[in-house]
C-alpha cells in the first residue's frame, strides 16, 4: 500500500503478516497465513514447559513480530509511520516495549496475560496491547487450523 506523499516523498507501508509470508517463501516454510487473523487461528502457541526459539512469532491483533535473536534480546517486526518507525527493522526488546526487555520477561508476561506496552521510536508509550500470543514457528509443519 502506498501513503500520501509528503513534501514529495513516497511512502510505503508494508505489512508484517506480508513480511513474514515473503520471508517464509524464500526458505522453504510451508507458512500460508496472508494476514494475522489467520495466523493466529492456524498456528500453535506457545506452551507452559516450552522455550521461545528464534523464528517464533509474536501476535496481537493486526501486528506480527518475528523473534530474531533469543540471545540478544532482538525482534524483527514492519512498523508504520504514525510510531515513527516507518520501516521494517530488527531492534533490541527495550527499544519496543516498556518494562520488557528480556524474552524472559515476554514470556512471563504471556502466561500470566499482562499486557504488552508498546514504544514509538521515542520510547514514550504508543499501544497497549491487552493480550498477544507467541507462536511457535515449528507448528507451520502441522497445517491445522483452529475456528
Known amino acids: 500500500m502506498v501513503e500520501k ?7 510505503v507501508r508494508t505489512v ?10 524464500i526458505f522453504s516454510i ?3 497465513y496472508k494476514n494475522s487473523e489467520t495466523l493466529s487461528r492456524c498456528m500453535r502457541p506457545l506452551h507452559i514447559d516450552e522455550k521461545l526459539e528464534d523464528g517464533d512469532l509474536l501476535w496481537f491483533g493486526g501486528h506480527v513480530m518475528v523473534v530474531t535473536d533469543i540471545k540478544n534480546n532482538r525482534m524483527l517486526e514492519a512498523r508504520g509511520y504514525a510510531s515513527g518507525f516507518g520501516m521494517v ?3 533490541p526488546l527495550c527499544k519496543l ?11 512471563e508476561r504471556y502466561h500470566k496475560h499482562a499486557p504488552l506496552h508498546l514504544t514509538d521510536s521515542n520510547g514514550s508509550l504508543r499501544f497497549v ?3 498477544f500470543a507467541l507462536f511457535k514457528l515449528k507448528s507451520v509443519w502441522d497445517q491445522e487450523c483452529r475456528s
Open 97 to 107: 516495549f516498556i518494562n520488557c526487555t528480556t524474552y524472559e520477561q515476554l514470556v
Open 5 to 11: 506523499p509528503e513534501k514529495g516523498k513516497r511512502k
Open 89 to 91: 527493522h530488527e531492534a
Open 129 to 131: 496491547a491487552k493480550t
Open 30 to 32: 510451508p507458512y500460508y
Open 16 to 25: 508484517g503478516s506480508g513480511l513474514v509470508d515473503r520471508a517464509a517463501q
